[in-house]
């Protein structure tokens, strides 16, 4: 019964590539997040989706394009991906007018780019 | 702009040490703060959480009280356990900015037997 679902959870490509990690929250809620985090630990947002809304775009490169079908999913497509982008990818979801008040995370999307 | 300073880990404490992780923050309106855990390969998880000055946040032990005087909010626990091992992120969060979570670097938690 997991609550916010990433997959896959591992992920290891090449330089140049596009790929793609999907996430779904089965708990209702209605705003859902993107996370970098990088080597150092340091965690900081990317986007934020609000009833498929974009609400925070924070200065990602467009090579990252977040898609939200429904208020259950948002998935992050990277295209050519760099060496910098490895990283661990957390997806993460709210209540209904809660915003960042309570986040749930899910389990992260470890990124390597060789 | 909004940020969050933590100390700097590692921490390494025995067993039923008291524990302090430090967290200052800067913010252009009122923040609420929070604590979030991480625990190895997992995602992080809510700690506790404060709304307004001199509160206190508490949680599985760990506590945290919001200082406006000293824009500080540090974890505090009196008896450490194994099971405490991880990482700890010190957050804020703006009114009128309710959607982003601004974290601080993460303080590296372990505690040995």
């Known amino acids: 019964d997991t609550a916010v679902s990433q997959t896959p959870k591992y992920l290891v490509t090449q330089m140049g590539n596009d790929k793609s990690i999907k996430c779904e929250q089965n708990?209702?809620?209605?705003?859902m997040y993107w996370y970098k985090q990088d080597s150092k630990k340091f965690l900081k947002i990317m986007f934020s989706?609000?009833?498929?809304?974009?609400?925070i775009n924070e200065t990602v490169p467009n090579r990252f394009s977040p898609k939200s079908p429904d208020k259950a999913h948002l998935n992050l497509h990277i295209n050519s991906l760099e060496l910098g982008d490895s990283a661990v990818y957390f997806c993460?979801?709210?209540?209904?007018?809660?915003?960042?008040?309570?986040?749930?995370f899910g389990s992260g999307t470890q990124l390597s780019v060789l | 702009g909004d940020s969050v300073t933590q100390m700097e880990g590692p921490v390494t404490l025995s067993e039923e040490a008291f524990l302090t992780i430090n967290c200052t923050y800067t913010?252009?309106?009122?923040?609420?703060l929070f604590w979030y855990v991480q625990y190895p390969g997992e995602g992080l998880q809510l700690l506790l959480k404060?709304?307004?000055?001199?509160d206190k946040g508490s949680n599985k032990g760990f506590e945290a009280t919001y200082r406006k005087e000293t824009t500080s909010f540090h974890l505090e626990k009196g008896s450490v356990q194994v099971s405490d091992s991880a990482v700890y992120f010190c957050?804020?969060?703006?009114?009128?900015?309710?959607?982003?979570?601004?974290f601080g670097k993460g303080t590296l938690l372990t505690v040995n037997p």
């Open positions: 404060a709304t307004k000055a001199d």
């Open positions: 957050a804020l969060s703006v009114r009128g900015s309710n959607y982003k979570l601004t």
């Open positions: 989706y609000n009833n498929k809304e974009l609400i």
């Open positions: 993460a979801s709210s209540p209904p007018g809660q915003g960042a008040e309570k986040l749930f």
């Open positions: 708990l209702g809620h209605d705003t």
């Open positions: 913010a252009t309106g009122y923040p609420s």
